[in-house]
């Protein structure tokens, strides 16, 4: 089991900034990527970014050119630098990680999710 632990969140006015961390702890070995989801009210769940172990990224496009996504394979720990916030990035950002399986795809596993709100 892998568990993940967000921080970060909170209100912020629009054209701010917010940095969230996401620390994985447990069984880490074999972890292979990393990355951020966020849901807003009465809508699905979808990526935001993701950074796999060899550092390759992977960004939604609403979040290019104003999202950075790092990780520090030493700590386990994934950080999304989060700049220019728009009132629709409002949503419960949630961090995931996939983890290799000995067969089939690998494990997911999803943190507890951290309020982010853009409000003026």
């Known amino acids: 089991q892998v568990q993940l632990v967000e921080s970060g969140g909170g209100l912020v006015q629009p054209g701010g900034s917010l940095r969230l961390s996401c620390a994985a702890s447990?069984?880490?070995?074999?972890?292979?990527?990393m990355g951020w989801y966020r849901q807003a009210p009465g809508k699905q769940r979808e990526l935001v970014a993701e950074?796999?172990?060899?550092?390759?990224?992977t960004y939604a496009d609403s979040a290019k050119d104003r999202f950075t996504i790092s990780m520090d394979n030493a700590k386990n720990t994934v950080y999304l630098q989060m700049n220019s916030l728009k009132f629709e990035d409002t949503a419960v950002y949630y961090c995931?990680?996939?983890?290799?399986?000995?067969?089939?795809?690998?494990?997911?596993?999803w943190g507890q999710g951290t309020h982010v709100t853009v409000s003026s």
């Open positions: 995931n990680t996939q983890k290799i399986a000995p067969v089939g795809p690998p494990y997911d596993y």
């Open positions: 447990g069984s880490v070995f074999g972890i292979i990527a």
């Open positions: 950074i796999t172990s060899e550092g390759l990224t």
